[in-house]
């Protein structure tokens, strides 16, 4: 047995492993994840996890549940430390399956995953609890500044058709030249805030064939001729019909930016750093969706508040079928919002030990359809939903099984 199947096993029995292991652990998951960038591309099957919040037998339970890694393929939207007793052994078990098993487990960034929040919210204090010095707390924030903003599922099935036969009629008179092949087409680099901090041209040819790692989307209200994959929004026109059925689904932890248009822009951030008090980044991690329209201010202080047209319009541009977010507590354990638009996912089940809430995990098929939401219930009958990408939900039947701690987990049978 490995050194890090021994962390592995150790961690399991919630037990902590010794801090020059964690700082080698923490060395080789910054390697790792270095080579990972700010959006990573998943593909389905894949079972979609939200907020964990150091509730390490909850952890235990939900791969019971959802099954275990490798054998299920998993993605973590971030909040993994805060508030619970655990949030050592919970994070530590996420770092080394994902140096164990880099492609079977994706670990996004949540807004908890910062210098400053953690300071405040527990995970700082444990670390000084449990191992007498902050220097466990350093190497851990150093591994949060390295973690991705997002990821994007993507089907096995997924495919979609160009519009260049549609046209919005309140644009025709406006409408822009798709560029020739050998144009140069100009490239804009942001800073974590959103702001172009550096422009360049680039052959248009060599950008669309893949040599970089974006690409270049049709000018606003312009046909699509070059249909490319979902989350681009290079495979369909600002007013398109393209075909969603199987569009790809993004995952962030918190939600939308007035300053990000597409998926493009995310990966062009700069995420190597502490989370900002404001910005793009910021943004991710912090926003949520609600019943207004347009944009609003947080009462998180914060990132924004965003309504159903941002988020159908932002789907609509870069061919996703669903948003799948984290971050807001929601006592069924999943929440849809807009249509099926947007869905939040919650993790911690009776979160802080008193809330009473149930959890969820989302599983997204081989065609990106979601499959199930596997809920926990807090003494509760529990129950499993389907939730269709094209807004159907299905409500399953199955079999409760005892947790430990009381509550009762509801199986698909």
């Not at 959006?39 to 907020?51: E, F, K, N, R, S």
């Not at 049709?218 to 059925?245: E, K």
Request: glycine share 10%; charged share 20%; proline share 5%.
């Amino acid at each position: 047995m490995s050194d890090l199947d021994k962390a592995i096993a150790q961690l399991r029995a919630c037990k902590t492993i010794p801090e020059s292991q964690v700082r080698e652990l923490c060395y080789k998951a910054r390697e790792l994840l270095i080579e990972e960038g700010n959006v990573v591309q998943v593909d389905a099957p894949v079972t979609i996890c939200g907020d964990i919040h150091g509730q390490f037998h909850d952890l235990m339970e939900l791969f019971r549940v959802g099954g275990d890694v490798p054998d299920t393929n998993y993605l973590f939207m971030g909040d993994f430390v805060d508030r619970g007793f655990y949030s050592l052994e919970s994070f530590l078990l996420l770092l080394c399956l994902k140096v164990r098993y880099p492609d079977r487990i994706t670990l996004i960034r949540g807004n908890h995953e910062s210098r400053q929040i953690t300071t405040v919210y527990g995970f700082y204090d444990e670390c000084l609890r449990k191992y007498g010095s902050a220097n466990v707390w350093r190497y851990c924030c150093e591994v949060f500044d390295y973690l991705a903003l997002g990821a994007l599922v993507l089907g096995t099935s997924t495919h979609l058709e160009p519009t260049s036969t549609i046209t919005n009629p309140v644009d025709q008179s406006t409408q822009t030249t798709q560029p020739a092949d050998d144009e140069d087409i100009e490239i804009e680099i942001l800073n974590s805030a959103g702001q172009v901090t550096a422009r360049f041209p680039r052959n248009r040819r060599r950008y669309l064939n893949g040599n970089d790692h974006v690409l270049a989307s049709s000018p606003p209200g312009s046909p699509s001729q070059n249909p490319g994959p979902p989350g681009t929004a290079a495979s369909a026109s600002s007013n398109g019909s393209a075909t969603r059925s199987g569009g790809a689904v993004l995952c962030v932890h918190g939600g939308l930016s007035p300053l990000i248009d597409s998926v493009d822009k995310i990966r062009l951030l700069d995420r190597k750093q502490e989370v900002p008090h404001e910005g793009a980044m910021c943004d991710l991690l912090w926003s949520d969706p609600d019943e207004i329209d347009g944009w609003g201010l947080s009462p998180r202080g914060a990132g924004f508040l965003f309504g159903a047209d941002i988020v159908k319009r932002f789907n609509h541009l870069n061919d996703l079928s669903l948003i799948a977010r984290a971050h807001q507590l929601v006592m069924e354990g999943f929440k849809e919002m807009f249509d099926s638009s947007i869905v939040t996912v919650w993790s911690a089940p009776n979160y802080c030990y008193r809330c009473g809430n149930v959890a969820a995990i989302l599983e997204l098929g081989e065609d990106a359809n979601a499959g199930g939401v596997v809920e926990r219930s807090n003494g509760d009958a529990g129950r499993v939903a389907g939730l269709g990408v094209g807004g159907e939900v299905g409500r399953f039947s199955g079999d409760a099984g005892q947790e430990a701690g009381g509550g009762l987990f509801s199986v698909m049978s």
